[in-house]
Structures are given as C-alpha cells and as structure tokens.
C-alpha cells in the first residue's frame, strides 16, 4: 500500500510539472530574455547614432567608473557618476529611514485599534495606490514649488518673508520619494504588529523596564521581519526611482534610473546604459538577500 500512494504521489508530482512547464517556460523566456539581451549589449561597441555595433568590448563597464579622454584616449576618474550613484543610494537610505519613522508609529496605531476600525485605516493607506505615481509626483511639486502650498502657508503665518526654494534640490527628492514609497513601509510593519503578542509589553512593564528597554529589546527585535521587508520595499524602487527625481529634481538632480535613461536616449552609449542596468541589478539583488538573511535570522530567533 505504502508503494502504491507513494507511485501515485510520484505521478502526481511529475503531471504537476509537465502541466506548469508552458508556463514556467513563458516566464522564463519573459523574464531572463530582456536581461539576456541587457547583459549581451553591455559588452558591444556602441554605435555612432545609438543602438551597438556588434563587436566585443569592455568599454561599457569601464565606462561606469572611467571616462576617456577625447584627445588623448587616456583614462580618468568619472566624478560625475560616481556622485549620481552616491545621491542614489544616499536617497534610497535616507527615504528609507524616513518612512520608517513615519510608518512605524502609523503602523503601531493602526494595529492597536479594534479590530472593526483596523479596515478602514488600511484603506485610507492605501488610496495613493489608486492614483498614477506621476500624477502623485505633480501633487507634491504643487505643494514645494515657490508658489506652491507650503510656502503660501509660511508666508501667511508670517514665518518666512521670500519663497523656500526646495524644488530641483535633492530635499524635494527626498521629500517625494518619501511621500511615494510610505505606504510600502506602513503595510510590511503593520502585518508584524498585528502578529504582536501584547501581554509580552505587560510582562516587561512588570519587570520594571522603561519604555525605551521595551522598544529596544521587546518590539523591534519580534517585529524585525516586517521592518527588513519594509526596508527593502522602499529601498529597492528607492534606487531606481525616475519619475519622482525627474520631476522634482530636474535635470542637475538626477539619479542612477535617470542616467540609465539619459544614455539610452541623448547620451546614444546603449552598452553604458546596459552595464549600468546591470550594476543596478546586482544591487539589488544583493539587497534581497541581505532581506532575505535578516528575515530568516529574525524567524531563528522567534522560533
């Protein structure tokens, strides 16, 4: 008997996969094709007017971190790229920390409502994603730009005589990308706190522990799962953000998404665009598996 179902569970799994194979297939072609494509341009020779020139060549990803000199062919330190990566990853970090300050306490608030009240401030969460992140983008520049809402506001109230000028500055960027992505660190956290066990705060409350000891030691170290999740949730699109500092920062405020598309149309150098796709790729995927590592470190340490 035991043979038998095991045979049957064989044949199950095995019809299983045959049945699943058309579309594994579909996803892989969709999936690997393009970045097949991206990884093979960025070893070609780019071409006079875009597109590549099909010989072998390294100069797309020596490109990344060199420039060439146009008299001489010599080699030089490109600072310009290496400060757009610097302000990419500077932003993506810090609109990470911002939403966390933000989402937290939200996330917090929300889970400690009775349950009948928790839907309805989920759903006012998630009303940005009902909105085109373009037309999200324009709201805030409505607000930052020097005759926008919140300079109307300061001049009003009289705490400021001119017009803060925040558009076209990494701030406003910052302040965007920020007002984007919240919501991607709200849901995460809020998934984490509603699993909370709160008799676990009355427990460190009776042994005397100070409301920074129960955050410290109590709260984040059991909700760290959904605070890696959302991290990497904000950070990774944080990185490859174009419309927000497209429109917020102008064209002296780009980020590595910005200059990516700035090679593949002006800049016709289609192998720098593709190495730097690339590199994009690679960080990001070692930022998921730092989530992943981290996730999997918080769930030894629950268990």
Known sequence: MSRAEDAMTRTATRNGWLLSTPALILLTLAAAGPLLIVLVYSFLEKGQYGNVEWAFSWDGWVGILFTRDIFDGTLGLADAHLTIFWRSVKLSLMTTAITFALGFPTAWFIATRPAAERGMWLFLITIPFWTNLLIRTFAINEVLRSEGLLNTVLISLGLIDAPLQIMYTDRAVLIGMAYVYLPLMVLPLYAAIERFDMRLLEAAYDLYASRMQVLRHVILPIVKPGIVAGSILVFVPSLGAYVTPRVLGGGKNMMIGNFIELQFGQGR???????????????????????????????????
């Not at 720098?272 to 998921?288: C, E, K, Q, R, Y």
């Not at 590592?293 to 340490?301: V, Y």
């Open 269 to 303: 150098n289609w192998p720098l665009g593709a190495a730097l796709s690339m590199t994009l790729l690679v960080v990001v995927m070692v930022a998921l598996l730092f989530y992943v590592r981290a996730a999997n470190r918080g769930s030894n340490t629950n268990g």
